[in-house]
C-alpha cells in the first residue's frame, strides 16, 4: 500500500502565500516524477508543477515566477506565492512509485487539498 498524505491548503488573502506538502509512504522502492495537478470548480484538472527524480522540473505558465515545487527524499512541496483569485482549487499531488524492485510503476494521488483566495 502506498499512501500520499498532503497538508497545507487553507484559504490566504489574494497577494498571499501558501505551501503545500505530500508525504508518500507505504511499499517505495523508488520513486520517480512527483508532482501537482488542480482543479477548479467547472475546470478541467490542469499541471501546475512536476519534478523527476533528477531534478528536471515543469512548471505551467500561469506558475511560472510564482510558484516552486521541490521535493525531499519521499515528499514533495509546492510553495504558492503571489496567489491570485484564479489559483482557487482543489490542489492534488501524485507520484510515481515503484514499489519494488522490477514493479511496474503506479502512479498514486492524494486526498486533495484545498486552496482558496479571497479578494
Known amino acids: 500500500q502506498v499512501q500520499l498524505v498532503e497538508s497545507g491548503g487553507g484559504m490566504v488573502q489574494a497577494g498571499g502565500s501558501l505551501r503545500l506538502s505530500c508525504a508518500v509512504s507505504?511499499?517505495?522502492?523508488?520513486?520517480?516524477?512527483m508532482g501537482w495537478e488542480r482543479q477548479a470548480p467547472g475546470k478541467q484538472r490542469e499541471l501546475v508543477a512536476s519534478?523527476?527524480?533528477?531534478?528536471t522540473e515543469t512548471i505551467a505558465d500561469f506558475a511560472r515566477g510564482r510558484f516552486t515545487i521541490s521535493r525531499a527524499e519521499n515528499t514533495v512541496y509546492l510553495q504558492m506565492n503571489g496567489l491570485k483569485s484564479e489559483d482557487a482549487a482543489v490542489y492534488y499531488c501524485?507520484?510515481?512509485?515503484?514499489?519494488?524492485?522490477?514493479?511496474?510503476?503506479?502512479?498514486?494521488w492524494g486526498q486533495g487539498t484545498l486552496v482558496t483566495v479571497s479578494s
Open positions: 519534478s523527476t527524480s533528477a531534478g
Open positions: 507505504g511499499n517505495i522502492f523508488n520513486i520517480g516524477v
Open positions: 501524485y507520484a510515481d512509485v515503484e514499489e519494488s524492485r522490477g514493479s511496474t510503476v503506479q502512479v498514486h
